[in-house]
């Protein structure tokens, strides 16, 4: 399902000015000073964003006194606190929200296309940057997931899997929240993205994590910070293969996380999930939400 929203004047007058404004080197800049430790532009950017941002949840933090945190960037990333979101070990059976947000354009990629908006549509191969992965998706199950700035901003697993492999492909930094994505064509495929491919006993699974306007670092546990720096696209190279990660992860375990709002999208292979019936466009998601439920789930041992 596609949100029905179609994009306004504003909405595309926005867009256009991200065409023209030098994204890269304003969001290295705040990358920058979100990483200060000086006690007055740590202190001044964390007020503002409370104020700007009154939704801020610090209860469930591992430190929910905003003074604790060393530069901006600790505090926007914040951890869970000890037994915050704990998912049962024994449910293996479903796939889960791996962020706190909302729920995009979701359904089944068929012939390999998946929708930003109604209307709007994007190829499997152009997202992942390599037409070789597209038979493992097409016709799969597909989510967008939105994270707003106010949101916790670490990503979990949805389901326990091993690395395959890892890459980073350049684009854009246009921004990902929902004006920009009625206004956008291919905005998803447009920016820069980390892409994750997994095999768990349920399928291939991947997760592409959208870089955006003012999103500072890509960071994940198998390969640390991703980015920045920011790289341009070029012909001769679609995406940067990372080091190979032997890594696998658990259901619930945190995999890797943002500095600032952005998006994940989730690919499952055909007929490893079916969506819940009750699953909605706009819809609020926190970590440990099922989804939906695999076709063919891992059998825990019995000891």
């Known amino acids: 399902m596609a949100s029905a929203s179609p994009a306004s004047l504003a909405d595309r007058l926005f867009a256009r000015l991200l065409w023209i404004l ?7 800049a705040l990358h920058n000073l979100a990483q200060s430790r000086r006690p007055f532009v740590k202190r001044t950017f ?15 933090a591992k430190y929910p006194d905003p003074e604790a945190y060393a530069t901006f960037n600790d505090f926007f990333t914040r951890a869970l606190g000890p037994g915050k979101r704990k998912l049962p070990v024994d449910d293996q059976a479903n796939a889960v929200s791996p962020i706190d947000g909302r729920l995009g354009a979701f359904g089944v990629a068929e012939r390999g296309i998946l929708y930003q908006t109604k209307g709007v549509a994007y190829d499997l191969g152009t997202l992942l940057g390599d ?28 389901i326990t899997a091993r690395v395959r492999e890892t890459r980073y492909v350049p684009g854009r930094l246009f ?15 447009r920016n820069e993205r980390l892409v994750t491919v997994f095999d768990s ?10 870089g955006a306007f003012i999103v500072g670092g890509i960071h994940t546990r198998a390969n640390g910070q991703v980015c920045p720096p920011h790289r341009r696209a070029s012909r001769a190279q679609k995406f940067l293969k990372m080091p ?16 600032f709002g952005s998006s994940v999208i989730l690919l499952f292979g055909p007929g490893v999930v079916d969506w819940s019936s009750d699953m909605s466009t706009g819809q609020t998601l926190r970590v440990g939400h099922i989804m939906g439920g695999l076709a063919n789930p891992p059998v825990l ?3």
């Open 22 to 28: 030098p994204t890269r080197a304003i969001s290295r």
């Open 46 to 60: 964390i007020r503002l964003f409370l104020r700007a941002y009154p939704a801020v949840d610090l209860s469930e």
């Open 131 to 158: 037409d070789g992965l597209v038979s493992a998706f097409t016709n799969g199950h597909y989510a967008t997931l939105y994270l707003a700035p106010h949101d916790y901003h670490r990503v979990h697993m949805p």
């Open 175 to 189: 921004g990902v929240n929902p004006r920009c994505v009625r206004a956008v064509p291919r905005l998803f495929s």
């Open 201 to 210: 006993d349920a399928g291939p699974m991947a997760m592409v994590m959208v």
């Open 244 to 259: 190979a990660a032997d890594y696998t992860y658990q259901r619930g375990e945190e995999m890797g996380y943002f500095s």
């Open 301 to 303: 041992d019995s000891d």
